[in-house]
């Protein structure tokens, strides 16, 4: 699933549901915009409104490897490195069950305190933030029992 959340006036918010022609608009452009990479169809999801926590990245990206949680970065367009520590407890089922080798979550925090998956990918996409060790990302994928990593100062440090 992608977001047009850099045309998030025109092709991505809705403000109300209930007024249909506004809705028509913001999709029919969304569809416009996505052109031949539409797959599928669209997804409406409920705005939620997300807060950054001081002095660390509003939204992170977890990397896993085995339904296991193996890198935790702030994610690629933060301009901060320094990782909250989200409980991925209630995430790793829902990772298990896809049964993919390998995945990607991003996490953001919602206003009630609330950490929330707002994508899920294979990975195929998913750039690395700049702070972080391409070095720790090597070992993900290289290594039997690749490095848990945790929040740090640097963006990352293994457990």
Do not use: I
């Amino acid at each position: 699933m992608k977001s047009r959340k850099h045309e998030w006036d025109e092709a991505c918010y809705v403000p109300d549901l209930a007024n249909a022609a506004a809705l028509h608009r913001v999709v029919a452009r969304f569809v416009e915009l996505q052109d031949d990479f539409l797959a599928g169809g669209v997804v409406l999801r409920a705005f939620e409104t997300f807060v950054a926590p001081e002095a660390a990245a509003a939204e992170v990206r977890v990397w896993w490897r085995d339904a296991v949680p193996r890198l935790v970065t702030a994610h690629p367009d933060s301009p901060v490195a320094e990782v909250p520590a989200p409980d991925l407890a209630p995430v790793r089922a829902a990772v298990e069950a896809l049964g993919c080798p390998f995945v990607t979550t991003d996490l953001a925090l919602r206003a009630d305190g609330v950490w929330r998956v707002v994508e899920v990918g294979d990975g195929q996409v998913s750039d690395l933030h700049r702070n972080v060790d391409p070095a720790l990302f090597v070992s993900l994928l290289t290594t039997d029992q690749a490095p848990l990593c945790t929040p740090s100062a640097s963006g990352t440090t293994p457990a």
